[in-house]
Every structure is written in C-alpha cells, then in structure tokens.
C-alpha cells in the first residue's frame, strides 16, 4: 500500500500560440479539469512535457499511474492509414510521445486511463485502428459532438456486463458527454469494449487480461461537480495505484 498520494503523469497536448506576442511558438499543455479530477480523487497530477522517446521510461519510473486526456487527432499514420477528409489537427511528436507512454506503462504494469482522445491512442498503441470522421461516414450516427454545456449529458452508453466499468458505475447504462468525431474502428488485440453508444460507436474500452488499462471516450473531468458519480472513474484510478505499489511489489 502507498502512504501517499499516488503519483499520476498526464502527458502534455501541444498548443500553438497563434495570437500571443510570439506566434508559432509551442507549447505543452494540460486543460486544468483533468488535474482538478484527479486531484479530487486523492492523486498528485504531474505534468509531462512531450519529449523524444528517450526519455519515456524516465518520464514512467517517476509515476504510479497514467492519465491519457483529450486533444487532436492521433495521426493515422500511426495506425496505418492515410489521412481522410475531415481529419482534424495532428501533432506527430505528441502522438509519438503517447504511444510510447502507453505502451511502457502498460510493459511496467502501471495502471492507465484513457479519456477521449486517450481511448483513442490505447487503442492505437496496442495495433487497433480508428474512423477519422464519424461525420463524413454514411449510417445512422448520432451526434457524438455537443453543442453547449460540458458537463451536459449528451446521450447514453450502455455498460458491458461484468466489465470494469460495469463495477466502477454499478448500473447498466449512464449519461455521458460527447466530444469527439472519431471512434474505434479496429479494436486493439487484448482488450474489449466495455461501452457503447446506441448507435453502436465505441464508448469505452479495456483490456481483457484484468490490469486496469481502461479508456472512455466521454469526458468524465467536465462532468464530476454536476454528475458526482463521474468522479468514481478516477478514485478507481487512485485506489489501484494505492493498492499496487509497484516500488515494493
Ligand atoms: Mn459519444
């Protein structure tokens, strides 16, 4: 058992500066909603700046945990495809830097959480692949990307029997918030969904063999002050690294 706060790396997003005093320049960033949930949840958050793959395993021997957050487009390159229309912004250096975190996390055992984007790129680490734009694709779809409110529930997803995110909410289906125009295409070898949407899209994924190596591709952290039960998804987090202790194991 830790006696401390567990320590959780989330990976910066870059941020181009295009209207400050020094256009251009870039930045590594974290929306502060993902640090405040994990905060909340008992962890101590630390920033990691996107570096060469080099440093990575340095970057992983300093924590207990790993939160993957939102942002841009992992770059399909990455999963083996050219870019579609209606491809958003990517940052090849950051998704590299991602992958990377995820795939040595889950090599050392550490537990992860993917959350919007971050589902995306666990999926990616692990060999799946995605749709690039859920909007340009023929079928019934409904809207994954809300207008409005954060926090607003956008529509349901329904939870897999006896998965991990069936323990952590305890019912069968939640509301969730929608921010995203990509989703799972291929699933990952070694892991599951655990969440869909009505429409069938992807909403949550995990990996088959018990560690928690977890995705959701709603946005828990803009949803803990108005939908407290969001919050359960980080103590999860906050609980596992608590018990693992990987220092002494
Ligand atoms: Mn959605």
Redesign the pocket.
Known sequence: MLNRPPIIGVPANVLVDRTGAFPGTLRSYVNQDYLDALSLAGTAPVVLPITGPGEVDVQLSLLDGLLLTGGADVCPLCYGEQPARGLGDVYQDMDLHQLALARGAREAGLPVLGICRGLQVLNVAFGGTLHQDLNGMAGPF?Q?AQLGYRHAV??E?DLEPGSRLDRIFGCASIG?N???HQ?VKDLAAGFKVSAR?RDG?V?GIEAEDGTFVLGV??HPEGMVHQHPEMLRLFQALAEICTQQDRRTS
């Open positions: 409904q994954h956008s529509h997803v969730v929608s921010f995203h989703a949407a899209v909403e591709q709603w």
